[in-house]
């Protein structure tokens, strides 16, 4: 084999070079995407690990309450075990924390109600709306575009027709859309959906004491502030909302569900998700997670 001319050594050194800088190339790339289906695989097994224990999450809840329909059956409040199950940052095994949410559907108005055509819906619909602050117009466009369009999941619609941003903010304060006629639960409904419904502030700040002592009322509580349940009211409730939020790594998952409990024929009662949904599609009326313990 001939020696390599002089000026050839020079061409030959950055062939090898430019070989070697390919070849590193290659390398590099490959690790590269090696390193990238790997770092996708482990946050599918994140993703995947974290849905399930969002779904465990809403289990917990249905058999809370499912126990709950089964031991007391006639009123619901927050003192009850299927409150107490609500959790805040509790640590997973493995890395990760875990939120859990649970609360009473029916403490407000359920505007929904104005689909069964009942004069009783619609004069408390309007009496909350009036407190609000809406006009008598928009109150009327209101109720027309519900018994007009049929069942409605939340308030945005009705946001979106042109009503005052702090008004909006009030009626989302009394009023709710669930998907069944449903009654006011006194045990969950907050001050000013009871002063509305009273019409004895000084009277619900004494019912609102007693609730936050015991953690629920009692027809005799009302008694003794010379007052009566009122249509359309009472203290259980057959919808519950139901949030969830695991975080597992790089990965977080959050969803919500709507539990309803619906009458059996043989009179006794089942408990079932109806509604469910993830990340942004949450509905606003879901409550937020409880403050960190």
Known sequence: MRAPARGEEGLILVNVLLFVAIASGLVLLM???????????????????????VRGGELSALTALRRDAEDAPEVDHRAEPWARVAERAIPIEGGGTFDL???????????????????????????IARDAGLTPEQIIQAIGYI?????????????????????????????????????????????????LMLR???????????????????????????????????LASDHFWVRTRASVGATSQQGAALIERRKREDGTRDTVVVERWRGAAIPPDVPDFPAAK
């Open 31 to 53: 690790v590269n995407r090696e390193e990238l289906a790997l770092d996708g695989a482990l946050r599918m097994r994140e993703a995947s690990r974290a849905a399930a224990i």
């Open 147 to 195: 018994r007009a369009a049929g069942l409605v999941t939340d308030l945005r619609p009705i946001r979106l027709a042109g009503l005052d941003p702090a008004a909006a903010d009030r009626l989302a304060g009394m009023v709710t859309a669930l998907p069944t006629p449903t009654q006011i639960n006194l045990n969950a409904a907050d001050r000013p959906l009871l002063t």
């Open 101 to 127: 949410a649970v609360a009473d559907a029916e403490g407000r108005f359920n505007i929904n109600n104005l689909r069964t055509g009942e004069a009783s819906a619609a004069i408390l619909f309007e009496a």
């Open 200 to 234: 004895d502030p000084v009277a619900v700040e004494r019912l609102l004491a007693v609730r936050d002592r015991q953690g629920f009322l009692t027809p005799e509580d009302l008694s003794r502030e010379n007052l009566t349940m009122p249509p359309g009211t009472r």
